[in-house]
């Protein structure tokens, strides 16, 4: 449904801009029906600038774009949420949001254990098993990556879900452990497989 306009007594709605794939909130401007209509027909998020009083292309000079995924209105139709891939910083301080918050992707408790997993590489601590498997080197880890799997693939020819689940489990554990000793993150995959999928 069109955005109303006429709501505001400037013809101005506010627009959330938001990364499609991360889901982070990078920034909040403003459109006229002018910026809305050149948004759509550019796939460029496209503002009106209050300071300016005139209509600016997000990107135009420092060429960080926001290429416009979607945009669609609230429940009110006086308020934009435009779902975007940025190409770079969105901020004109070179952050990637005008809050400071890093854009990049975000899986919940698998990040989480990323984040352990480091700290337990950077930090060892006597009774972890990270950072025992941290002490054995690559050699151990990847052992027990393959050992896990093999496990995995014997209960999946059972009947038994939880411990084919548990083994599962076992498996992407050792496996975020192996990605990281050689220097890499789930997102460094994921990146592969969205390649993959296009």
């Known amino acids: 449904m069109k955005p109303n306009f006429s709501k505001s007594k400037n013809g101005l709605l506010p627009v959330i801009v938001q990364d499609a794939t991360t889901k982070t909130v990078?920034?909040?401007g403003y459109m006229n029906e002018t910026a809305y209509n050149t948004t759509l027909e550019t796939g460029k998020v496209t503002f009106f600038s209050r300071s300016r009083n005139g209509i600016w292309v997000k990107g135009e000079k420092s060429g960080n774009f926001l290429h416009l995924i979607s945009l669609e209105t609230d429940c009110d139709?006086?308020?934009?949420?435009?779902?975007?891939?940025?190409?770079?910083?969105?901020?004109?301080?070179?952050?990637d949001s005008c809050w400071g918050e890093s854009n990049k992707m975000d899986f919940g408790f698998l990040s989480e254990l990323e984040q352990c997993i480091r700290e337990r590489k950077e930090e060892p601590r006597?009774?972890?098993?990270?950072s025992h498997l941290w002490s054995k080197g690559i050699n151990k880890m990847a052992q027990k990556v393959g050992e896990e799997a093999v496990e995995m693939v014997i209960e999946a020819?059972?009947?038994?879900?939880?411990?084919?689940?548990?083994?599962?489990?076992?498996?992407l554990f050792h496996y975020l452990i192996l990605l990281q000793a050689k220097g890499f993150q789930l997102q460094d995959v994921v990146e592969i497989l969205k390649k993959r999928s296009r």
Do not use: R, W
């Open 26 to 28: 990078l920034m909040l």
């Open 77 to 95: 139709n006086d308020t934009l949420l435009a779902q975007v891939h940025p190409e770079g910083p969105v901020c004109h301080k070179g952050t």
């Open 126 to 130: 006597e009774n972890s098993y990270i």
């Open 157 to 171: 020819k059972d009947s038994d879900a939880a411990l084919f689940l548990n083994e599962s489990a076992d498996l």
